[in-house]
């Protein structure tokens, strides 16, 4: 056999053992490709947009011969009030004013017997409301002051109640032809200290372990009953620094820090009233002394009867706080100023009230 026989006959035999290799590799890469095309990405949702929060909410009804507002009377030091971060079952002071027309009657029978809405709500209420009527630019003015909490376990949680008002009468003339008014959603966030599945805890393994004991086990031991032995020192330590920071800024230091500064404000801009956010903050002051923040003026007479019952002329004291309190109220939440004659007697009686220390 020749060497070119030979030749011929070795790629005969290699192109032999190909031809069936090749349509196999075809198919394989035919398969991957269909499984690539069958699962393509998709596209992600964007994150849902937080909630707007808005503070008072009001809403319009009767082409404005109604209108309700909804807030909440919490603040921070040195900040307007707010509707978030409130705890599950903390809770919420709420204010509602309504203005309504002379003509309009508003029946809030349904709130004084704490009924919020007529289908249920997430929240209820646990105090008594507080009801304050005046006239105001010839509306009747109402306020109502809310304590209400809630166990709903969304970070968002709407507010609303209902009220009854009628604008005519039936044929009668006598009986108002009610209506049912819904107050716009008031949005309250909260901070959760439980989730739905905190009841479901696994047990865990509870079975029987055993330790070694090693010989430099006992050095850790000794080690750490030194550790716990300056824990208590440490705290007492602690104790005494905060008892001193305490005594260095007391309640009365920390109300005339605020107030001195208002009237050093009012001053440099040489008005003789105040400004309605100046009020605010001496109305704060005021009850934060009072440890009142979140209590309406017309439940406040136990608190204050406790706060002045072991000082001398607490009676008189306390009459003074009340007075001082109602202007305060009159003017930041009926948004009325306070004259000059009013305006000096709130000094005044500040002055008697709050001791300087």
């Not at 009030?81 to 599950?88: A, L, M, P």
């Not at 805890?201 to 430099?216: E, H, N, P």
């Not at 005339?256 to 903050?281: C, P």
């Amino acid at each position: 056999m020749t060497r070119q026989t030979m030749a011929a006959y070795a790629l005969g035999l290699l192109l032999a053992l190909l031809v069936p290799v090749v349509p196999q590799i075809a198919a394989g890469a035919t398969i991957a490709v269909a499984d690539a095309d069958a699962t393509p990405p998709f596209p992600t949702e964007p994150a849902p947009a937080p909630p707007a929060l808005v503070n008072p909410v009001t809403g319009f009804l009767e082409s404005g011969r109604l209108i309700v507002s909804l807030s909440t009377t919490r603040r921070y030091a040195d900040g307007p009030s707010v509707n978030y971060g409130y705890r599950t079952g903390q809770l919420i002071p709420i204010t509602m004013v309504i203005s309504a027309d002379p003509d309009l009657v508003v029946d809030l029978g349904a709130l004084k017997n704490e009924t919020l809405h007529k289908d249920g709500s997430k929240f209820e209420i646990v105090a008594p409301p507080v009801v304050a009527t005046e006239i105001l630019n010839g509306k009747n003015i109402t306020i109502v002051r809310l304590v209400v909490r809630t166990w709903d376990m969304d970070t968002a949680v709407p507010f609303n109640c209902q009220f009854h008002y009628a604008t005519t009468y039936l044929p009668d003339g006598k009986t108002p032809d009610w209506k049912l008014a819904t107050t716009p959603d008031f949005l309250i966030t909260t901070s959760r200290i439980a989730t739905e599945s905190s009841s479901d805890l696994l047990d865990g393994d509870v079975s029987q372990k055993t330790t070694a004991i090693v010989w430099w086990s006992k050095p850790l031991e000794y080690g750490g009953a030194l550790v716990m032995a300056l824990v208590p020192l440490w705290l007492a330590y602690r104790f005494w620094v905060i008892r001193r920071n305490a005594s260095m800024a007391t309640r009365a230091q920390r109300a005339w820090k605020v107030i001195d500064a208002v009237q050093r404000q009012r001053e440099s801009d040489g008005h003789e009233e105040f400004s309605a956010t100046q009020l605010k903050l001496i109305s704060a002051a005021l009850r934060e002394y009072f440890g009142t923040e979140s209590i309406p003026t017309q439940s406040a007479h136990e608190p204050l009867e406790r706060f002045f019952g072991t000082q001398e002329q607490g009676a008189e004291l306390k009459a003074l706080s009340l007075s001082a309190l109602a202007k305060l109220d009159r003017a930041v939440y009926s948004q009325s100023s306070l004259t000059l004659e009013e305006t000096n007697a709130l000094v005044q009686e500040i002055s008697r009230i709050i001791p300087r220390e």
